[in-house]
């Protein structure tokens, strides 16, 4: 595992980012969420890229444990949460969701995907940090 950095964060959004291009590249968009959630899983054990999928976020409520079932698409190498989408428009609740993810686990950086566009880049990918991030070194 690599030192927390600014730049360790850009490279593993970079690698990330062209496992979500070759993903889109040999499905295209028009399918479900669960399928371009296969499939980017097996990509990223195929590029060697540290991932837990469909990862449970605990959730505390005045310090107790309120059981709810909170799960984020993946946590790559503990440091940055993707939430996949596969809709016609992402919305507020969707960034307020993946913003809401990063503050409970603690991750300085995000990435919304939304597999359901002609252009991946252009059209498909939101990057957000937060403070965190701001903190980390170079």
Do not use: W
Not at 4 to 30: D, M, R, S, W
Not at 55 to 71: A, C, E, H, N, S
Not at 93 to 106: D, N, R
């Amino acid at each position: 595992m690599h030192p927390l950095t600014k730049n360790h964060l850009k490279e593993l959004t970079y690698q990330f980012l062209g496992a979500c291009i070759e993903v889109h590249k040999q499905i295209g968009p028009g399918l479900l969420e669960n399928v371009y959630h296969k499939c980017l899983k097996q990509e990223l054990s195929i590029r060697g890229i540290i991932h837990e999928s469909n990862f449970q976020i605990p959730l505390q409520y005045k310090g107790i444990d309120v059981g709810v079932d909170l799960r984020c698409d993946f946590v790559l190498e503990k440091a940055m949460i993707v939430e996949l989408k596969a809709v016609t428009a992402l919305l507020p609740i969707h960034e307020a969701q993946l913003l809401t993810y990063m503050k409970l686990l603690e991750v300085p950086k995000g990435i919304m995907v939304n597999f359901n566009v002609t252009n991946i880049i252009n059209e498909g990918i939101k990057t957000f940090v937060n403070e965190q991030f701001r903190e980390l070194p170079s």
